[in-house]
């Protein structure tokens, strides 16, 4: 899927870094968001991670929760907001069970390009 949308000119390729390495790729591809692990562990059953959009002018929004695998992809997602008035992506990892106002535990970020 990744390689798939670094040819694609419709198609954008973000990758989330924790202060080491890459954790995952997030692929955006018109309004649709999916998530690709790269080295994330399934999260435990007390938790959930959680795809944040980071706008240019406005608080973070949720955009999916999921249980990674390595290598793992999440069902796509609806961006809430444009990807130009994007400014980054994150994982968070929450308690299983809520729905995050905002991230509490960031893992991973990325910044989104133009």
Do not use: K
Request: proline share 8%; glycine share 6%.
């Amino acid at each position: 899927a990744v390689a798939a949308c670094q040819r694609s000119s419709a198609c954008r390729v973000i990758e989330l870094h924790t202060a080491t390495a890459t954790a995952a790729d997030v692929i955006v591809a018109g309004n649709q968001v999916r998530m690709v692990s790269v080295a994330m562990s399934p999260a435990t059953a007390q938790h959930d991670y959680w795809l944040w959009q980071l706008p240019r002018d406005g608080a973070p929004v949720a955009l999916m929760q999921f249980r990674a695998a390595p290598h793992g992809q999440t069902p796509t997602a609806d961006l809430v907001r444009p990807y130009a008035d994007t400014v980054a992506f994150a994982v968070s990892l929450e308690p299983a069970g809520t729905m995050p106002t905002h991230p509490t535990q960031v893992l991973a970020t990325g910044t989104a390009g133009t």
